[in-house]
């Protein structure tokens, strides 16, 4: 008999934590059990998450950067690559702040309803509190000197300094492609194997994520019971589709089009078989491969643009994970009442940019590095109880994003380098129908 996939364990633990805790809400006595032997195991769940966020960031940013050595060659190429990014990736996320404050899919939830969600995390919003008002006398600048630890195995003790472990990372890694290659191989092995240590062990968290996600579900109901809450998430799931749509059928083509003169046809048609494999895998590395012979025979980037590009792409560009991020920042934040200043989503920009950098390309991920992204503004991780039983179709959806935003920097790039032609398959359809009967 076959075995079920994860994403399948994962929706059923989510529809069977909601049915519990229902059936728990019937008895007198149900709260005090779920709050005794069920919330604990999600409880447990979350802590493996942020124990594996600094490793993480650690490991794969270092990588990151490091396997950037080639920009000293590749200068133009690589300078215009990052540049790209960074934008598409800063515009991503403002476009899912801009969708997630206009629709406020926080505020379906009644007051009621998010009055008893904040009693239950009453000791997390009075250290809040007191961290807040120790900030209040800081200097205009002082946002920029707590990026800069004074001691970074201190930073790395506290998932709220991400931002000083990310800059002591890069720093890092800088230093890192600036010595000669015979001294740093050394290093970048043990980073690359680190790296694939890391990504075990997230397999392995994952395994566990079903009976987490029935913990976290079942919670919810009990302790929130209202179907407002259920409202709030279809809302907040519908703007995360929303944006990741922007992006995907709008913003993309229309990028390659004013600058490359290609039209949206060709464009979705040339990237359309890499885009349903990221969708059904829910991985930009595993998509990779595809990602590259599409580029390179269906889109008409030279080899050189595509071998770099693409591959840096998939470790350091992140613009449907980042887009997600920003708007179930924002959301859980509206579902426990935080008012989000502009210095605050300014904050999540900057912090969902350089912790894409270091998202590992792989499913669930992004979920690791939304923790980061919570905590930087000071809301209480747990709220990703509300969202990760969506998660899974959310993150297939926003990796197609993630592999588009790739192909668009690798056409940008080519047209500004002189290496953009005419596509090796001219023709489109006929060659689609081919690859799909095979």
């Known amino acids: 008999m076959r075995k079920l996939a994860l994403h399948w364990k994962i ?141 970074i195995v201190a930073a790395a003790s506290s998932n709220g300094n991400m931002l000083q472990v990310i800059f002591f990372v890069v720093f890092f890694g800088i230093g890192l492609i600036l010595i000669e290659e015979e001294k740093s191989a050394p290093v970048k092995s043990f980073f690359d194997g680190l790296n694939e240590v890391i990504l075990k062990m997230i397999d392995i968290i994952m395994l566990f994520a079903p009976y987490g996600v029935f913990s976290l579900m079942a919670t919810l109901v009990v302790e929130a019971p209202s179907t407002d809450v259920f409202v709030a998430l279809g809302a907040y799931a519908l703007t995360v589709v929303l944006g990741l749509a922007l992006m995907l059928f709008v913003f993309y083509p229309s990028v390659v089009k004013m600058f490359t003169g290609i039209g949206f046809k060709k464009f979705l048609n040339g990237i359309s078989p890499a885009q349903l494999l990221a969708f059904s895998t829910s991985s930009s590395a595993a998509t990779l491969p595809v990602t590259m012979e599409r580029v390179e025979e269906h889109l008409g980037v030279q080899k050189d643009v595509v071998s770099f590009v693409c591959p840096v792409g998939a470790t350091i560009n992140m613009d449907g994970t980042s887009l997600y991020q920003g708007v179930a920042a924002v959301f859980i934040a509206q579902v426990f009442g935080n008012d989000l200043t502009l210095m605050d989503q300014l904050a999540i920009v900057l912090t969902a940019t350089l912790a894409s950098i270091g998202t590992a390309a792989v499913p669930g991920a992004g979920v690791l590095m939304l923790v980061i992204v919570l905590e930087s503004i000071g809301v209480n991780p747990a709220g990703i109880a509300l969202i990760f039983a969506i998660d899974r179709p959310l993150d297939m959806i926003r990796t197609s994003v993630n592999i588009t935003s790739d192909s668009t920097v690798a056409m940008l790039v080519a047209k500004s380098l002189g290496k953009l032609h005419e596509p090796h398959v001219k023709n489109w359809d006929d060659h689609y129908k081919k690859e799909t009967k095979e």
């Open 11 to 151: 929706i059923l633990g989510m529809i069977l934590g909601i049915l519990f805790g229902i059936l728990l809400n019937q008895f007198e006595g149900g709260a005090q059990f779920e709050s005794d032997w069920i919330k604990p195991f999600g409880t447990i769940f979350i802590n493996s998450l942020k124990l594996i966020a600094v490793p993480l960031i650690i490991a794969s940013l270092i990588k990151g950067v490091s396997d950037l050595n080639d920009i000293r060659q590749l200068s133009k190429m690589g300078t215009r690559t990052i540049g790209l990014y960074i934008l598409t990736t800063v515009i991503s996320i403002s476009v899912g702040l801009l969708l997630v404050n206009i629709i406020n899919p926080g505020g379906f939830i009644e007051e009621s309803t998010r009055e008893g969600m904040m009693a239950g995390f009453a000791n997390q919003a009075g250290s809040t509190i007191e961290a807040a008002d120790k900030t209040k006398g800081a200097g205009p600048l002082q946002a920029l000197v707590d990026v800069i630890p004074d001691n």
